[in-house]
Structure formats: C-alpha cells, structure tokens
Nanobody, 125 residues
Framework: QVQPVASGGGSVQAGGSLRLSCAVRGGMSGNYCLGWFRQTPGKEREGVARISSDGTTTYADSVKGRFTISKDSAKNTLYLQMNALKPGDTAMYYC???????????????????WGQGTQVTVSS
C-alpha cells in the first residue's frame, strides 16, 4: 500500500519561502505520477504541480515561476519549494500519487489514488 506522508508546512509572511516534503512509503516513487494539491474550506481541491516518472513537470498558472516541484527517487521523497508566497497561497497542502507514470493520464485530483494527510501553509500579509 502506497502511503504519502507530507510535512514542512507552517506560517510565513508574504514574500517568504517554505519547502514541503512528501515521503512516499510502501512504493517506488519513480513509478508514479506525483502531485501537490491544495484546498481551502468551502473550495474544491486544486492541482498545484505534478511530476511524471520521467521528471516532466506541470504547474498551475497561479504558481508558475514561484513554486518548484522535484523528487528524489532514491529517497522516495517528493518536494515542493514555494517562494514569493502570497496570502492567496494559504491552504492545506496535500501530496498524492497516481497509478500512472505519466501525469498526462492524471489531469484531475480524482485520478490520484493515494493521498497524504495534508500539511497546513499559512501566509500572512
């Protein structure tokens, strides 16, 4: 059973940086499309960034140029480096793994089968 475990959230002022980590336990992270998502109360979960098994990345328009997704397959760990944070980035952040190597086959949150517990990111102005 693949179990992502997210960590690294916290509180930061606008313009600051945080790095989220996600340990992908029980499976080889190199075999999956991995993604970061976020959700605020009353809103649907939205995709932030994805990385395919070959390292190809995609980003939501709202975070392009500020966030970077990466992975260390040897450590089975996924990362999200978040720079120039804005109050609008405040949310619960989740990491997830899809049963596909290529993220083109997982365009929606519902395409991801394995989810972590979430880590809170709060950005104050």
């Amino acid at each position: 059973q693949v179990q992502p475990v997210a960590s690294g959230g916290g509180s930061v002022q606008a313009g600051g940086s945080l790095r989220l980590s996600c340990a992908v336990r029980g499976g080889m992270s190199g075999n999956y499309c991995l993604g970061w998502f976020r959700q605020t109360p009353g809103k649907e979960r939205e995709g932030v960034a994805r990385i395919s098994s070959d390292g190809t990345t995609t980003y939501a328009d709202s975070v392009k140029g500020r966030f970077t997704i990466s992975k260390d397959s040897a450590k089975n760990t996924l990362y999200l480096q978040m720079n120039a944070l804005k109050p609008g980035d405040t949310a619960m952040y989740y990491c997830a793994a899809a049963g596909f190597k290529n993220c083109r086959y997982a365009p929606r949150p519902t395409d991801f089968a394995y989810w972590g517990q979430g880590t809170q990111v709060t950005v104050s102005s």
